[in-house]
Nanobody
Framework: QVQLVESGGGLVQAGGSLRLSCSTSGRTFSTFVMGWFRQAPGKEREFVLAVKWSDGSTYYADSVKGRFTHSRDNAKRTLYLQMNSLKPEDTAVYYC????????????????????WGQGTQVTVSS
């Protein structure tokens, strides 16, 4: 069993920045992937980025490339999402997700392929 706890959401003006964090605990000794998704009201859950923990390979959604980055603390098993140049369309509930690495990055952006989810944290960007 894996537990994920997110923090760091809030209200920010367009052009501002926020940093989210996701801490994981439980059985994470095998190669795994941690990712961020977001869901705006009335929309499907959308991929933001994913990180293969063992080597740091990172996969970004086109909508956030150049604005969002990540960092991580291996000792704390925490993934950070740094969001810069925020836009009103970034407003959503942001979810941290976890899945085991299955040998390929195929479907790494597909929400249904993730096994564990955090509770979500609201990010609101005002115009």
């Amino acid at each position: 069993q894996v537990q994920l706890v997110e923090s760091g959401g809030g209200l920010v003006q367009a052009g501002g920045s926020l940093r989210l964090s996701c801490s994981t605990s439980g059985r994470t000794f095998s190669t795994f992937v941690m990712g961020w998704f977001r869901q705006a009201p009335g929309k499907e859950r959308e991929f933001v980025l994913a990180v293969k923990w063992s080597d740091g390979s990172t996969y970004y959604a086109d909508s956030v490339k150049g604005r969002f980055t990540h960092s991580r603390d291996n000792a704390k098993r925490t993934l950070y999402l740094q969001m810069n140049s925020l836009k009103p369309e970034d407003t959503a509930v942001y979810y941290c997700a976890f899945r085991w690495w299955v040998g390929t990055a195929t479907n790494i952006g597909v929400a249904s392929r993730y096994d564990y989810w955090g509770q979500g944290t609201q990010v609101t960007v005002s115009s």
